[in-house]
């Protein structure tokens, strides 16, 4: 079992930069890739950002590119999303999401297999 807890959002100006972090519980961090969604009210989850268990690999959504980065510290069981120069189109919900390394990184969030309860996005013009 992982359980995964979001920190990190808040209300924040256009242009301003957030930092969200997920901290997972359990020994098998390092064996998972991670990934953040995030959802609009009445929109579908989409894929925000992933990385490899190792770090190396990492594949982040047309949207947010350029702007979001996703890092992480397998010696603190924490993921990391870099938010930069932030639009009111990137307001939602923000979800850490996990499944096992040796399934790769997966833009479908149906092929996660644990999430964290969300963290709250919203920027202001």
């Known amino acids: 079992q992982v359980q995964l807890v979001e920190s990190g959002g808040g209300l924040v100006q256009v242009g301003e930069s957030l930092r969200l972090s997920c901290a997972a519980s359990g020994r098998t961090f390092s064996s998972r890739t991670m990934a953040w969604f995030r959802q609009a009210l009445g929109k579908e989850r989409e894929f925000v950002a992933a990385?490899?268990?190792?770090?190396?690999?990492?594949s982040v959504a047309d949207s947010v590119k350029g702007r979001f980065t996703i890092s992480r510290e397998n010696a603190k069981n924490t993921v990391y999303l870099q938010m930069n120069s932030l639009k009111p189109e990137d307001t939602g919900v923000y979800y850490c999401a996990a499944r096992p390394a040796y399934r790769g990184a997966s833009t479908y969030f149906t092929e996660y297999d644990y999430w964290g309860q969300g963290t709250q996005v919203t920027v202001s013009s």
């Open positions: 990385i490899s268990w190792n770090g190396i690999s990492t």
